[in-house]
């Protein structure tokens, strides 16, 4: 009797996670269909930043970083493949990872390449099969794959499938969300694909931004819509289209979604977040009489590029203690997300309503979803690869389960 098929369209980290665990399992065999030429891209052009695997932060902190209608279920999933399990996963692999100072978790090699080499040699070893230059188009009446590859359209028979196709950024390298349109058709609700993890835009003055895009800021606090509550400090950097970084980024979901509620939404940052406001008015007035305003703030140990984002956000006041407020709360009105093609990652997705407790479609059974394509998301941090491993592994289990196999 032949063993069950199972096959995976997407060979990126969820997909080849799925993968790995089907055949620690055994019992099945396994396909992965793969877009590109090559598997992995978007994982190896993470490996261009250093690879930031996971974070080492305590589990409970580490799963509060998960926002979107999937998140629970996500959280799930990482309990039982938590950030010490990917790590032992990493260093099976031969590929010893490190705590930076942040926390954050790196290949101690800070690359992508010999981990994705490492890892597809382990899969084909194991029995898995890859096959490159196939794309999943749909799904056929009779509940198969519809797959094209050299310009041919088949349909193709599994008995469980699970779709790990990424979400829309960075679409040269394999995912580009043209399956939202296709499930949605399915009767699978999915949330709008938009930009996080990217970065903003404003409409900087002309002068602004030939002087300071590619000025770093740090230390500053950030609020959106609202004041910055003054909760430790983060960095951005100065663009000409706008700010990037880590702080921006982290923000990303809150941001696109009053933009979509309002269509404006303003940045509020705290230039000096060390410093009370009447603290900051007090050195302001002490700095010398009769000089320019802006040696006065300078003096009182505001930056070049924090004056000048003072200034971008309206005419200066005269009074140290309307400075002083300017400096601690200044308000930049955003004009839009910097475009989802360079973003990070993608928020939205198919959304909760659309699986069970098993990663299963329920318009769908015998149909799992894992990675970036489910409606969660996460600032950057090595949040993003822990939660597409982990529910590349629990959509795995799914089908285990369903299969009989587990
Ligand atoms: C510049 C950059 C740096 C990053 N750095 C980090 C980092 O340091 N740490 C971190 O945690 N995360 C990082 N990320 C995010 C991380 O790489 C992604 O979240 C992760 O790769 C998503 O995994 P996935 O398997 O869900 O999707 P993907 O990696 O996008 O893989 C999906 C695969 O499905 C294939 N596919 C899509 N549609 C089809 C179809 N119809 N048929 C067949 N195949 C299809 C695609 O070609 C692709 O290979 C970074 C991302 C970027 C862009």
């Known amino acids: 009797m032949s063993l069950p098929h199972v096959v995976i369209v997407g060979a990126g980290p969820a997909g080849l996670a799925a993968a790995e665990r089907l055949v620690e399992a055994g019992g099945v065999t396994v396909t992965v269909l793969e877009r590109m030429p090559s598997p992995a891209r978007k994982f190896l052009l993470a490996g261009r930043g250093g690879l930031n695997l996971t974070h080492s932060e305590p589990l409970e902190r580490f799963l509060a970083q998960f926002g ?30 490190f705590v930076g100072s942040s926390g954050r978790v790196f290949p101690k090699s800070f690359k992508a ?5 490492a890892w ?26 519809r797959v094209e590859s050299g310009g041919e359209a088949r349909t193709l028979a599994a008995d ?36 996080m993890n990217a970065g903003v835009e404003i409409a900087w003055s002309a002068i602004f931004r030939e002087r300071f895009a590619g000025t770093p800021l740090k230390r500053i606090a950030i609020g959106v819509g609202a004041p910055a509550d003054g909760a430790g400090t983060s960095e951005a950097m100065i663009t000409a289209h706008g700010l990037e970084g880590t ?49 006065r703030l300078r003096r009182a140990g505001l930056a070049p590029a ?32 910097r475009p989802l093609e360079r973003a990070i990652s993608t928020r939205g997705g198919v959304r909760a309503e659309a699986i069970d407790d098993r990663f299963m479609l329920r318009a769908r059974p015998g ?3 894992a990675g970036e394509m489910l409606d969660w998301h996460a600032p950057t941090g090595g949040y993003l690869l822990q939660g597409c491993l982990a ?6 289990e799914g089908v285990l389960d369903r299969l009989g196999r587990s």
Do not use: N
Not at 113 to 117: C, D, G, K, M, N
Not at 120 to 145: N, P, Q, S, Y
Not at 307 to 326: D, F, H, Q, T
């Open 120 to 145: 597809l040699a382990r899969l084909g070893a194991a029995g898995v099969r890859l096959e490159t230059r196939t794309r999943w188009i749909g799904f056929a009446a009779d509940g198969g794959l």
């Open 391 to 396: 529910t590349g592994r629990a959509a795995a």
């Open 68 to 97: 979107g209608s999937v998140a629970p279920a996500v959280r799930e999933a990482i309990a039982r493949f938590p950030p010490q399990d990917l790590r032992a996963w990493a260093d099976g692999l031969g590929e010893a990872t």
């Open 306 to 337: 924090a004056i000048g984002l003072m200034r971008e956000a309206g005419p200066l006041p005269a009074e140290p203690a309307a400075l002083a407020a300017r400096a601690k709360d200044c308000a930049l009105d955003v004009a839009a997300m």
């Open 367 to 369: 149909t799992f979803v």
């Open 160 to 195: 469980a499938t699970i779709l790990a196709l990424g979400g829309a950024s960075w679409s040269r390298l394999g995912s580009d969300g043209a399956w939202a349109p296709i499930l949605a058709e399915a009767c699978v609700p999915v949330a709008p694909l938009a930009a």
């Open 113 to 117: 390449s010999p981990l994705a080499r």
């Open 247 to 295: 702080g921006v980024y982290a923000r990303s979901a809150e941001i696109g979604e009053a933009l979509d509620a309002a269509g404006t939404v303003a940045l509020r940052l705290d230039l000096r977040p060390d410093l009370a406001a009447d603290a900051l008015a007090a050195r302001v007035a002490a700095a010398l009489k009769g000089r320019t305003l802006t040696e």
